[in-house]
């Protein structure tokens, strides 16, 4: 395994419920407190605020909590230097922006760009949207590439990316 001390990323990519956000904690906190937890989820519904208190439930104190649906890019460079970062995850930021009609390249570039300097200890999380179905309308079909251009520009600056199956990770690079 790397040294993540100094300034690393660890870009983490799997499927739904493949385990990226426990083994991405488990990483962060392997480093010495406080850790910065960006979350991207936005509560729509019932079932999604139940999905965000568990996430929230599983972090132990120590974690300090910066909710960046939109404003990504920003919050992670207001990250102290060292502190080890965890961004949660790159899949609901970019549909949060899709869905308001916002320039998705631009912005995924601006965040790979952010993301390719990086002063301490980061972890990022997304989802791997390329392994199923073509999806069957325009949407469906222009987030999946999209989520597959931003992945790949933030693999190509990562230090390290691991690719999670049913809980275990595998380094791709």
């Known amino acids: 395994m790397p040294d993540t001390s100094a300034g690393s990323l660890t ?3 799997g499927g739904a ?5 426990a083994h991405a904690e488990k990483l ?23 999905r965000i208190a568990l996430h929230r ?5 120590g974690w300090s909590t910066v909710d960046a649906p939109f404003d990504l890019a920003e919050a992670v460079r207001a990250v102290p230097d060292e502190r ?3 961004v949660d995850c790159l899949t609901l930021w970019l549909s949060n922006h899709m869905l308001a009609g916002h320039d998705v390249d631009a912005l995924s570039a601006e965040l790979a760009h952010v993301l390719s300097a990086p002063r ?9 949207v390329g392994l199923g179905i073509v ?19 933030v ?4 230090d390290r990316v691991l690719f999670m199956v049913a809980g275990l990770p595998m380094q791709v690079k």
């Open 11 to 13: 870009f983490l990519l």
């Open 17 to 21: 419920r493949s385990g990226k956000s």
């Open 28 to 50: 962060a906190t392997a480093h010495p407190a406080p850790w910065t937890y960006i979350a991207t989820a936005q509560s729509w519904d019932d079932e999604m605020a139940e």
């Open 57 to 61: 439930a599983r972090r132990t104190e």
């Open 84 to 86: 080890p970062l965890l």
């Open 120 to 128: 301490g200890p980061w972890f990022v999380v997304s989802n791997e």
């Open 135 to 153: 999806p069957d309308n325009a949407l469906g079909r222009r987030f999946r590439d999209a989520q597959g251009r931003l992945n790949q520009s």
């Open 155 to 158: 693999a190509a600056v990562a």
